[in-house]
């Protein structure tokens, strides 16, 4: 979209500069300056492919704010959504497997708070049903993976079995650590693409995945939402949790490949990146807990 469509914009006081900024994996974002300050301009269609719906994010976004957990949402039209700039430091994975205590806290706080602000359908993100998506959606598109398919489903079923009863709450959804921001004083969580209802356990095996949290980490930042160490039923729930997300991410870049181009981004490496993550986590799943998984 670039610099042309963001002169189009009608939110700008006075004369505006711009600049990309990297780390997106799915849209083109820019940071413009003008006279009322710094903002993110974030440029991305509707991906059905996805289940991602701009209007939904716009709709999680302007609830996480008005819950104190985003920036304020300033602007939003077709294609494009418009906050504050938030002056924060991007976390890193290293940066989520050190607190794990204070991320813990912070996502009790979302799921216990954001439901009182959304607004609109409900939408529901289970995990497992968006993997027999993706698996769908390659099949479809006979997609280069199609062999490694019937694992994928295979494993995500014996996955589903061992989630526990959990309540309902509104999640994030995509707890990459470049989706934590920290100002000094608070964390900040953007990006609600994947935001709506399910249970606790996607957020928190997700922000453990993806930051390569160690086992100890892990258990802290169970007991730091719960309260209290998790019983056996539901440690290996979340164990198993941590499979699906990495599963998860993995099938999201085989679909991203077929029909998406960000820039910089390569979505058949992220694959393999996440699929390598995958097996050490089954590994260390099947050394837990002494079950095999498909």
């Not at 993110?40 to 269609?45: E, I, L, N, S, W």
């Not at 993997?131 to 993976?145: I, K, M």
């Not at 934590?180 to 922000?207: H, K, M, N, Q, V």
């Not at 039923?233 to 997300?245: G, I, K, N, Y």
Request: aromatic letters at 10%; hydrophobic letters at 45%; glycine letters at 6%.
């Amino acid at each position: 979209m670039g610099r042309e469509a963001i002169g189009k914009l009608p939110c700008w006081r006075g004369d505006w500069e711009a600049e990309p900024l990297t780390g997106g994996l799915s849209n083109e974002i820019w940071k413009v300056t003008d006279a009322a300050g710094a903002h993110v301009v974030r440029f991305g269609q509707d991906y059905p492919w996805h289940h991602v719906s701009r209007a939904r994010e716009a709709m999680a976004a302007r609830a996480a704010h008005a819950a104190g957990f985003a920036p304020e949402v300033e602007h939003t039209g077709p294609g494009v959504m418009v906050t504050r700039f938030v002056e924060a430091r991007t976390w890193g994975p290293e940066d989520v497997a050190a607190d794990p205590a204070r991320v813990g806290r912070l996502l009790a706080r979302f799921h216990r708070e954001m439901p009182a602000h959304v607004s609109g359908p409900a939408y529901l993100f289970w995990a497992f049903h968006v993997v027999r998506d993706y698996a769908r959606t390659l099949r479809e598109a006979h997609s280069p993976r199609a062999a490694d398919l019937p694992r994928f489903l295979a494993l995500n079923a014996a996955l589903e079995a061992r989630q526990v009863p959990l309540p309902i709450v509104f999640g994030h959804h995509d707890l990459l650590p470049a989706n934590f921001l920290d100002d000094g004083d608070r964390l900040w969580l953007i990006d609600y693409e994947y935001a709506g209802f399910s249970t606790p356990l996607f957020d928190l095996a997700g922000a453990a995945a993806n930051a390569g949290m160690p086992r100890e980490a892990a258990r802290e930042l169970l007991a730091a939402y719960f309260g209290a160490p998790p019983a056996p039923d539901l440690l290996r729930a979340f164990d198993a949790m941590q499979c699906a997300a990495l599963l998860r991410e993995a099938m999201w870049a085989m679909v991203s490949a077929l029909y998406m181009n960000a820039p910089g981004v390569d979505y058949e490496d992220y694959a393999r990146q996440n699929l390598a993550a995958l097996e050490a986590a089954l590994e260390a799943y099947r050394n837990t807990h002494d079950e095999d998984l498909p």
